[in-house]
């Protein structure tokens, strides 16, 4: 995926983040083997599959293998009842502190708990507040065998979203949930902003032998500290003064261009990249 950027204005001052986007990756994982918590990774969080504020009511079972389900308790026969007779299990998926994600699938592998048809599934999220759709799914095989259904959230880029599945069933029996959960797997990237300097000038004219480097420094995780090196991007870097807002005392400056790298490190230890400033040191006019 490609990199992305995230303006943040704070007191006036716009600070542009470098944010890297890491390989796909099956982010959250509900695999409903006697609990309703996920397995998660890339720093992502998740909520417990629940059925909080839903008239449905969401369980785990172990017949023929452990599963979780939705069963309806008001009939709701099509998508649109389940929807309006608010008949759903509900998660949320949240990102790495301090960072983003983007979302690419939701696959859910799933069967009725019943032979009788209907039975269905309807995705909504909170990014609309759950006001429509994201995806219809008939379900049409019978526990326990089991199918794959996936939907496309590949929409989504920000911090944390909850998801409603929402059930449709003819028939509204405990012995034959409306619909059963083999397991439900959320798959994206995380996107960490790496931190970033903001040198108040990057081309200074002098006609001294040294000059301060002044500047700001930003990351969402907070700033560990800000570093120089000169010549090179890749050369030995050394301590500048403070860390959001920052200097550093360029020394033995020859006649002619001298070049500087300044790069931030926040606290989690993620460095990013090195901005260059360039001093002139120029004659004194007589």
């Known amino acids: 995926m490609p990199a992305m950027r995230l303006i943040l204005t704070m007191i006036a001052t716009a600070v542009v983040c470098t944010a890297v986007t890491a390989p ?15 397995t998660t990774q890339g720093g992502v969080t998740a909520s417990s599959f629940g059925d909080s504020g839903s008239n449905a009511v969401v369980g785990i079972g172990s017949s023929n293998g452990t599963y979780s389900y939705i069963l309806i308790t008001k009939n709701s026969t099509n998508a649109g009842e389940a929807v309006g007779n608010a008949q759903y299990a509900q998660f ?16 859910i592998i799933a069967a009725k708990g019943g032979n009788s048809n209907p039975r269905g599934l309807v995705l909504r999220w909170s990014f609309d507040n759950y006001k429509s759709n994201l995806g219809q799914q008939n379900i049409t095989t019978t526990w326990p065998s089991k199918k794959t259904y996936n939907f496309n959230v590949n929409s989504f880029v920000g911090g944390t979203v909850s998801f409603r599945l929402y059930a449709f069933a003819k028939e509204i029996s405990k012995a034959e949930p409306s619909v059963r959960f ?41 700033i560990s500290r800000v570093e120089v090196a000169r010549n090179s991007v890749k050369g030995v870097y050394s301590g500048a003064n ?5 200097n550093y005392k360029a020394t033995t400056l020859h006649n002619g261009k001298n070049t ?12 990013g990249p090195a901005v260059r400033v360039s001093i002139k040191r120029v004659k004194k006019t007589p």
Do not use: C, H
């Open 242 to 246: 403070g860390s959001t807002t920052w």
């Open 24 to 38: 796909a990756a099956n982010l959250v994982t509900y695999p409903f083997s006697g609990t309703f918590d996920a």
């Open 92 to 107: 949320s998926v949240t990102a790495p502190k301090g960072n983003g994600m983007q979302l690419a699938q939701i696959q």
């Open 182 to 222: 083999d397991n439900i797997v959320v798959t994206g990237s995380p996107i960490i902003y790496a931190p970033t300097v903001t040198p108040k000038s990057t081309f200074i004219e002098t006609t001294k032998s040294s000059y301060v480097i002044r500047g700001t420094a930003y990351s969402t995780e907070g």
């Open 260 to 271: 500087f790298y300044v790069r931030a490190i926040d606290k989690t230890g993620q460095i």
